[in-house]
């Protein structure tokens, strides 16, 4: 069975920093694309970042600059650096994989919550 499990998550003040991880663990052949969504409340759900195998990588507008999104192929592993964190930031950020089991499948983790206040 996959899973994705993520970490780092938490609050912290505006014009800070936290650096979320996301590791993929189970039985599967690979990784491909890899990438970070966000849902606020009342919100839909928005991509962050994305990372594919081959780290091509893209941001969405309004976090160009602040974050950035890396993988370690070799930990089966992504990570999303949020610097210069803003109120509007604040949501429920999810880890997402496209994995190759005997299919390729898209797998979500449970989700970490980023608070920025003061």
């Known amino acids: 069975q996959v899973q994705l499990v993520e970490s780092g998550g938490g609050l912290v003040q505006p014009g800070g920093s936290l650096r979320l991880s996301c590791a993929a663990s189970?039985?599967?052949?690979?990784?491909?694309?890899m990438g970070w969504y966000r849902q606020a409340p009342g919100k839909q759900r928005e991509l962050v970042a994305s990372i594919t195998s081959h780290h091509i990588i893209n941001y969405a507008d309004s976090v160009k600059g602040r974050f950035t999104i890396s993988r370690d192929n070799a930990k089966n592993t992504v990570y999303l650096q949020m610097n210069s964190l803003k109120p509007d930031d604040t949501a429920v950020y999810y880890c997402t994989a496209s994995i190759w089991t005997d299919e390729m499948n898209d797998y979500w983790g449970q989700g970490t919550q980023v608070t920025v206040s003061l």
């Open positions: 189970g039985s599967f052949f690979s990784v491909n694309a």
